[in-house]
């Protein structure tokens, strides 16, 4: 079973399924499932592998797997089967506890172009835990060694497929950034980000208001992109590119640390009362 399970895993992460692994970590009394057992189940709530008990055991870690999936949080359950209205039916007289972990698969950086940024942009991407894709006829395996996936024949930009949780770059100085842009507009990504000068951003941005793109459309554009690091060489630019990307990641500030701990020192200070209030 075991072996089943790893395998069923290492698959559905190939593919890029999110699915969360249900581990039951204690029991007491009489339950069905012993300590270890386990259950895969998908964004679906479906337990596609595994077992970690019956009736109400496995439809409530059901229930919290697709939660955990949906938050990319953890969670530790506790499950008393001896109760009947959890909807058991007969009771077992005991209970468990079930640790709810999910798996999800790392978000998608499309990088479109193939010069010094753009192989910056996949090592540092790939580094920080990203999947990265390359889209650009030009594009090699000794340029972008880290890259998951290299497209070199997509003259149309049809296979920039970005999803909602994905990243698209688009590098590829000046030739088809108008086009590729077009294309990831048409997609859910969050983040879409042009390197150019201001004004052939503005060019692109105006050749969007030309074909149709509405101005909500065209604000979806980061241009310029980046945190301002005061970047210079092509190291640099894609360093701030990627601080942006995490900042958005993991839902940062932006600010630096000591200011931040600046400032929720001068909060905590202000909520204190003072002694002349606490006086009175």
Known sequence: MAKTIFELTDKMQKRREPFAIATVVQTYGSVSAKTSSKA????????????????????????????????????????????????????????????????LPEPTLWIMGHGRVAECLCSIGSLVGLNVVI????????????????ITDDIDYSTLTPDKDDYVVVATQHKGDHESIGQALKSEAD?????????????????????????????????????????????????????????????????????????????????KPSLEVIAR
């Open 40 to 103: 895969i189940i998908n964004k679906q709530g479906q337990v596609v592998a595994g077992w970690v008990g019956g009736g109400c055991a496995e439809s409530t870690a059901c229930e919290q797997a697709m939660e955990c999936i949906e938050t990319g949080k953890t969670a530790l359950l506790d499950i008393d089967l001896d109760d009947e209205m959890l909807g058991a039916g007969m009771p077992c007289g005991g209970g468990m506890r079930v640790y709810v972990e999910p798996v």
């Open 135 to 150: 889209n650009d006829i030009g594009a090699t395996w000794e340029k972008f060694p880290n890259a998951s996936q290299l």
């Open 191 to 271: 983040y879409i980000a042009l390197i150019a000068s201001r004004k052939r951003a503005k060019l692109v941005l105006d050749y969007l208001a030309d074909n149709e793109f509405s101005q909500a459309d065209i604000e979806r554009v980061n241009a310029p992109c980046g945190i301002d690091l005061g970047a210079i060489t092509p190291e640099e630019i894609a360093l701030s590119i990627i601080s942006e990307i995490t900042m958005l990641r993991r839902k940062g500030s932006g600010l630096q640390r000591h200011q931040m701990l600046k400032e929720e020192a001068g909060k905590v200070s202000q909520d």
